[in-house]
């Protein structure tokens, strides 16, 4: 069965930094692109990015708004995918989830990581 | 940037069949997915490729699509379906949803 565990998150003031982690099992995890999703408390599910299998060059995208400050990476060695996030703003508060990509779908969801940024 | 357009709200009693629509431009040439999460719960995938269901979905999820809008279409809809409904679409290789509907089951 496929299980993701996100972990990472935490209370951070403006201005600073945090990385999220994501430990992926259950699926062939080195042959898949994984997202990453957020969701702001009582808001909809906003795209953060994703980051491409090694025989797409682990190539990453990103949404507009964390472009130039978030930093999508993964170690096929141990199934586990990382978001780098500096210059945190109050607009990033969010849980943060990470997903596996299959048939154009995010087809499973771990139960995501808080993270708060104030000060 | 490319938008995805739901409803905010559907409420209807149980046994009812909900329709949640899902508009955007040129959506017919994209796949359509949606998503359940129930209050306090992750997401769940209910509904890719604008028609499949995956393993485990109950067969009273269905989905179409049509020109520009998509549709979830709930059966019989029980108090357990109750929840948040996002559809998704690719746009230049970026990853979109709706703002979500909220259907209630009264």
């Known amino acids: 069965e496929e299980r993701l565990v996100e972990s990472g998150g935490g209370l951070v003031q403006p201005g600073g930094s945090l990385r999220l982690s994501c430990a992926s099992s259950?699926?062939?995890?080195?042959?898949?692109?994984m997202h990453w999703v957020r969701q702001a408390p009582g808001k909809g599910l906003e795209w953060v990015g994703r980051?491409?299998?090694?025989?797409?060059?682990?190539?990453?995208g990103y949404a507009t708004s964390v472009k130039g400050r978030f930093t999508i990476s993964r170690d096929d060695s141990t199934n586990t995918t990382y978001l780098q996030m500096t210059s945190l703003k109050t607009d990033d508060t969010a849980v943060y989830y990470c997903?596996?990509?299959?048939?154009?779908?995010?087809?499973?969801w771990g139960r995501g990581t808080l993270v708060t940024v104030s000060s | 940037s490319y938008e995805l357009t739901q409803s905010p709200s559907v409420s209807l009693s149980p046994g009812q069949t909900a329709s949640i629509t899902c508009s955007g431009e040129?959506?017919?040439?994209?796949?359509v997915s949606w998503y359940q999460q129930r209050s306090g719960q992750s997401p769940l995938l209910v509904i890719f490729q604008d028609i499949k269901r995956p393993s485990g979905i109950p067969d009273r999820f269905s989905g179409s699509s049509s020109g520009n809008t998509a549709t979830l279409t709930i059966s019989g809809t029980q108090p357990m379906d109750e929840a948040d409904y996002y559809c998704q679409a690719w746009d230049s290789d970026t990853l979109v949803f709706g703002g979500g509907t909220k259907l209630t089951v009264l």
């Open positions: 980051i491409r299998s090694k025989v797409n060059n682990y190539a990453t």
């Open positions: 259950g699926f062939n995890f080195s042959g898949a692109a």
């Open positions: 040129k959506l017919e040439s994209k796949y």
């Open positions: 997903t596996p990509q299959s048939a154009g779908a995010v087809y499973k």
